[in-house]
T-cell receptor, first 112, second 112 residues
Framework: SQTIHQWPATLVQPVGSPLSLECTVE??????LYWYRQAAGRGLQLLFY??????ISSEVPQNLSASRPQDRQFILSSKKLLLSDSGFYLC???????????FGPGTRLLVL | SQQGEEDPQALSIQEGENATMNCSYK?????LQWYRQNSGRGLVHLIL?????REKHSGRLRVTLDTSKKSSSLLITASRAADTASYFC????????????FGQGTILTVHP
């Protein structure tokens, strides 16, 4: 069966520090991968998606970047965090872009 | 925008009552999906209904889709305290790449 992992679960970082959040998927190959951000009490905002290794599409201009160095690994990064980067970050995958997405447990990021 | 919009934003009911949540959208769709999110957790897929379907059931869940009105509803029958969560609809567009677009969600509270 397929599983998706995210880490860390919680992260507190100072403004201006770098960021690296990792997401890995097991039990499938060539998945579509997604990074979302969720503000408190709000819906999901799609940040990046990837259909293959090295292929990244950005949905919104921002302080973040994404990379996909391996088929089942998706990384969200920042060189210098802003206060506004605080939020709940969710990784998800699916086989077909229009079909069910499977979400990881999320990373709660607090930038102080 | 094809973003789904849920209604109501919040719903509070007693155990045993039925809960109905609605989702409206503006463009053509390939399918519409409903997800559940417990506080601080990732989203869990509940039901996917395709544009040529009108109704689907899964246990105590019933989803309807009216493409002429561009709306869908999620009914939870005989609710339980454990159903307390946020519920999101997500739209898979009919003509776009097909990435899911999530609404802002309905917060359901079921009182024991």
């Amino acid at each position: 069966s397929q599983t998706i992992h995210q880490w860390p679960a919680t992260l507190v970082q100072p403004v201006g520090s770098p960021l690296s959040l990792e997401c890995t998927v097991e039990g499938t190959s060539n998945p579509n991968l997604y990074w979302y951000r969720q503000a408190a009490g709000r819906g999901l905002q799609l940040l990046f998606y990837s259909v293959g290794i090295g292929q990244i599409s950005s949905e919104v201009p921002q302080n973040l970047s994404a990379s996909r160095p391996q088929d089942r690994q998706f990384i969200l990064s920042s060189k210098k965090l802003l206060l506004s980067d605080s939020g709940f970050y969710l990784c998800a995958w699916n086989r077909d872009s229009k079909e069910t997405q499977y979400f990881g447990p999320g990373t709660r990021l607090l930038v102080l | 925008s094809q973003q789904g919009e849920e209604d109501p934003q919040a719903l509070s009911i007693q155990e045993g009552e039925n809960a109905t949540m609605n989702c409206s959208y503006k463009t053509s769709i390939n399918n519409l999906q409903w997800y559940r999110q417990n506080s601080g957790r990732g989203l869990v897929h509940l039901i996917l209904i395709r544009s040529n379907e009108r109704e689907k059931h899964s246990g105590r869940l019933r989803v309807t889709l009216d493409t002429s009105k561009k709306s869908s509803s999620l009914l939870i029958t005989a609710s339980r305290a454990a159903d307390t969560a946020s519920y999101f609809c997500a739209i898979a567009g009919g003509t776009s790449y097909g990435k899911l677009t999530f609404g802002q969600g309905t917060i359901l509270t079921v009182h024991p």
